[in-house]
Each structure stands twice: as C-alpha cells, then as structure tokens.
C-alpha cells in the first residue's frame, strides 16, 4: 500500500487496534483508501493540514484500510464510494460516514462526530442495537423450500428490462455503470432464445459503451464508470477487473452474434491489458491504471510523448488475476493468439506456486504466509481459472488443485447448517468486528456454478447437492439486489440445464491434441464442459467407449446421459453442440 505523506500515525486493522480504541474508549477514524482513486490522492494532501492532524490524532484511533487489498473491510464499511471516510464506535460499529469532505467540511465532520458520541454514547448505542437487529443479515437465513428456478430469472430479467436506458444503452441514469453480469445475463438469454427484444439490449449497450467516452479507443480499455448517462465525463481510472469481465462480455457478443465490431473492442481491451497492466517481473496483472485526467484526454500520439504517466498497481491480486486467466484463455481460444495462452499459464502458475491448496489462496502474490484470513472470493475465482485451465491444455494438476480448493470451500467457508458460504474464514477471536460474517451473492453464485460442473468430471453427488442448496439459500431475499442478481440467475439457468460434456481424446504433449483442445474451448455453449482423455495414461477407461483403429484427436459430445456425437471434425461438433441448445426457460 502506497504510504500516505502525514504525520498521521495510522494504524492496521487489527485486534490490538479495536482493543486500544476500547481501552480508551476513543471513536475510530477509518479511512477507506483506494491507490487508484484522484480524490484520494486529493484528501491526502488535507492530511497534512495541521488542524486536521491534530483533530484525528487527538480525538480518534485512526485506521487506514486499502479497499483492494482488504476487501472485506470495504465491503462492510465502504459510504458509497473512495475515499470513503467512516466514523466508528470503539467496538467498530458504523455510526456515520461520508465519501470526498474538502478541509474545512472534514474538520466540522470530525468535531461533530466527536462531541455528539461523548454527549450521546449511549443513545448512539441503542440506536445501533436496534438497528443491528432490523438489518436483512442473511447469515440468520433459514433455509428454504424448493423455488421455481423459472421464476426467480423471469423476476430478474423483469428487473433488467425495467432498468435498461433505451436511448443510450446500459441500465439506469447517471452515474453509469458497466453491469457485466446483467450483460451477461442478456446474452445467454439471446444465445438461447434469440429474443429480439433482448439482443437490442445487448447490442445497443454494447455500441453505446464502446462508441462513449467511458471507451479509451486511443490506448484501448474502459474506465471505470461514467458520471453522464450517455457513457460521458468517465472517471478516468481503469481496473483490471472491470476491463476482464467486458473482455468477456465482448468475446461473447462475437461467438453468438457474429457481429466483428465486438470482436474489435475485445482485441483493444486485450491491447490495453497485455501493455499497460501485464507485468512480468510480478508474475501476473496489477491491478489498475490510475485516473489523470490531462494524460487520457491527449492524443495518442501526445500520450507517447508526455512526460507525466498514470501510475500503474504494483500488486497482483488473485481474485482479479484468476478472473483474468479465464479472459485471457477465452481470448486465446477466440482469436487464435498463442501469447495470450502463455500468459494466461504463467500467470496462473505464479498463483499455483505461490499458495497451498492444503490452506487456500491468498488474497495476493507475497502476501505474509503467517496471515491467518483467507476470502471466498480468491477461492472461487481461482477455482473457475483451474477449470478453465484444465479444459484448454489437458492438465491434471490443474484440475486436482480445483478440487482441493473445493476441499477448502466445504470445510472452512461452507454453512453446512444453512446452506451458502461466508466471504471469509472464521474468526472468533479478539475485538474484530470481522467475527460476523456474510454471504455475498455472486460470489456464492459463481461458486455453486463452478462445483456443478466439477461434479460432472468426478462424479461427486455431494457437489451437486452443496451447488443447489448454496442457491436455495438466496430465495428469499434475492429481490432486494435487484439488477445486481443478474449473476444469481445465470447460476440458476445453468444449474436448471443437463450438462454438455464433450469428452475429448487425443495424446498429450502433441501439437494436434492442443489445438483440438484450443478449438473445443472456443466453442461458445454455457453448459459445456470438457475432460480430457490421453489415449495412454487413460487407455483403460477408454476401453469402454473407444473402437480400436480410431484416430485422434476426437470428441465424444454428450448431453445428459447420451451420446449424441463422436468426430474429429470442428464444424460437426459445433454445429451438433448449436442443435442441441434446447430453449430458454
């Protein structure tokens, strides 16, 4: 984390923090960082005013959390955006907060603040017990009865028709953001169905976006978000994890549409992130290009030239990397690039190399071994970016590390009461108000995804059973995220659907073998799921279902329990595996 230039002694979040905050039952002060954000960068410098150093060092325990590397932290106390600045009781209950204050607002905040809990502590305590006990806190959920899948995705699809701006694309006003997963979601309904009414959504969002201000077309990328409605006045930032996720969503535009002008903003994002944001000596992507606003408004060419550049993340995250890999071996396999493959697997195996799957991931590359938290998220994506490895090069390392990940999600994060799974490792010890945890929906979403099509490659009925209940878990309160949900009815749609695996076998280590593996994976189908099969290592499996005197390479295309065809040829299978797409719900 970048130092803040203060004589501001901020502390770590720690348990030794909250227990001096208690032992002198002073408020704390938490500053909400995030290195990529100009307002940060701006408050900063009001750090160094002397009456506001005075203020915090006097009359708060300060703590200053970094979102990226703690997102955790963020999630529960983040105001609504960076920096977010929140004022909290010694215990570390939230009583107010605020985003961006200029100097003199922030010293009325922090007076204020001060003065009302030392004339209204206990007050300010009753209201934050009543209000502990109203919230929806999803961890005291009951399970449900079976829900009509069917009618949870109408319900939120219902909600992103309703959101969707017509004239310029995207859902809501202003502030505008990029929803990929209720993009996402658009698109598998067009891929299924072919809903007019949907595709224009798609197409018009799509178009809009890449034709707007929030599109970088000088040096390729998006940036965060736009403050106009019509993709204008971007916040100039660029994230790794923003740019992955609409790499997908533009790959996918092009292998169901067919339409190249997506298949265009997908190469320039590729552009983006291969030279701006891959880093080598680190072992995989950092995690953002700062906002500046006089560099990205220059030409290209006036961009070569400056002196001033962005300042680029030094950090390479897991969660943002592992998601990444799955883009990039996406990419690969779309446009035929060999380099993205390779970066993908050196990326991945930094991650591999750098973890044990005995523990779980950490949450970044050289994050302390005596760290004792772990997060859901890290877990989940890098179980999706082994799969997806697995299913490209025909690695079995890759796919018994995502299955001891999935021995990690069960027996440290699964509610095997209820159902679903925590962000976070348990943790009952000391004054951290992290002891209560959550269940965030996408990432419960991506991970009951993930564990159903495992169970289709090791014949687990555990997995199939632990996917459903983890959704079932959501069918009460799913409505209160509204657009947001998108994530949690592609999960439902799928979990809905008979598996399409495609068993394929060829001999490893051979260039043939690796291209048909490539090609398979470029095949745009959400249900489909790979295995690879090495005509030596596997040969008394194959015994089953092989003729002797067959060549390989050669897929072996099932639907449910069937086999429905065994080629070697590409456009058989992909035309086969296009019949076979049923309808939507």
């Not at 446009?335 to 390779?342: N, R, S």
């Amino acid at each position: 984390m970048r130092r803040i230039k203060s004589n501001i002694l901020w502390q770590e979040w720690t348990d030794k923090t909250f227990s001096v905050a208690i032992s002198k039952n002073k408020l704390i002060f938490l500053y909400i960082k995030a290195e990529w954000s100009h307002l940060c960068k701006e408050i900063e410098e009001e750090f160094c005013d002397p009456g506001i150093i005075n203020l915090i060092k006097t009359l708060f325990i300060p703590i200053c959390v970094d979102s990226d590397e703690r997102p955790d932290i963020n999630f529960r106390f983040n105001r609504g955006g960076w920096p977010s600045l929140v004022i909290l009781t010694p215990k570390g209950e939230i009583i107010t907060g605020s985003t961006f204050l200029d100097n003199e607002d922030l010293k009325k905040f922090l007076i204020h603040c001060h003065y009302l809990y030392q004339s209204k502590s206990k007050e300010i305590q009753r209201r934050l017990d009543r209000k502990k006990k109203k919230a929806p806190q999803n961890k005291d959920q009951n399970e449900q009865e079976e829900t009509n899948p069917s009618e949870i995705i109408s319900q939120i699809l219902y909600f992103l028709k309703n959101n969707f701006d017509p004239v310029y694309g995207g859902f809501g006003g202003k502030p505008k953001y990029p929803h990929h997963e209720a993009i996402e979601l658009a698109l598998l309904v067009v891929y299924f169905s072919k809903d007019p009414e949907i595709e224009e959504i798609v197409k018009q969002t799509l178009d809009r976006m890449a034709q707007g201000e929030i599109f970088d077309w000088e040096e390729g990328g998006f940036f965060r978000y736009s403050q106009g409605r019509d993709w204008s006045k971007p916040q100039y930032e660029k994230l790794l994890i923003d740019n992955a996720r609409l790499l997908q969503n533009y790959l996918h535009a092009y292998q169901i549409m067919g339409e190249k002008r997506f298949l265009d903003v997908a190469q320039s994002i590729v552009q983006f992130l291969d030279s701006h944001l891959y880093n080598q000596d680190l072992g995989g992507f950092v995690g953002f290009q700062s906002a500046d606003l006089s560099y990205y408004r220059l030409s290209c060419d006036k961009r070569k030239t400056s002196l001033r550049k962005p300042q680029y993340g030094n950090v390479v995250y897991t969660d943002w990397n592992a998601l990444t890999i799955c883009s990039y071996l996406e990419a690969a396999a779309v446009l035929g690039e060999k380099k993205l493959l390779e970066k993908a697997q050196t990326t991945l195996n930094s991650l591999c190399s750098s973890n044990s799957f005995d523990e779980g991931m950490f949450h970044w590359l050289g994050q302390p071994l005596t760290t004792p938290w772990r997060l859901l998220q890290d877990q989940v994506y890098m179980v999706r970016a082994l799969l997806n490895s697995y299913q490209i090069f025909g690695e079995d390392s890759y796919l018994s590390k995502g299955y001891s990940l999935i021995d990690v999600l069960f027996t440290h994060f699964f509610d095997k009461e209820k159902g679903g799974f925590w962000d976070r490792v348990e943790d009952n010890k000391g004054n951290n108000p992290l002891c209560d945890r959550i269940k965030p929906i996408i990432d419960n979403s991506l991970a009951a995804e993930a564990i159903f099509q495992l169970s289709f490659l090791k014949k687990e009925p555990i997995y199939t059973s632990v996917a459903r209940r983890t959704l079932s878990f959501f069918s009460r309160d799913y409505l209160r995220y509204g657009i947001v949900a998108s994530q949690y009815a592609v999960s439902h749609f799928l979990l809905m659907q008979d598996p399409l695996l495609i068993i394929a076998v060829g001999k490893k280590g051979e260039k043939a073998t690796q291209e048909f593996l490539c090609n398979l994976f470029a095949l745009f189908e959400p249900r489909k799921v790979i295995r690879f099969l090495d005509v030596e290592k596997n040969s008394d499996i194959l015994k089953s279902f092989v003729k002797n005197g067959e060549k390989f390479p050669k897929a072996y295309v099932y639907l449910g329990q069937k086999c429905r065809l065994v080629t070697d040829k590409m456009d058989e299978i992909k035309n086969k595996i296009y019949d076979l797409r049923g309808s939507w719900i």
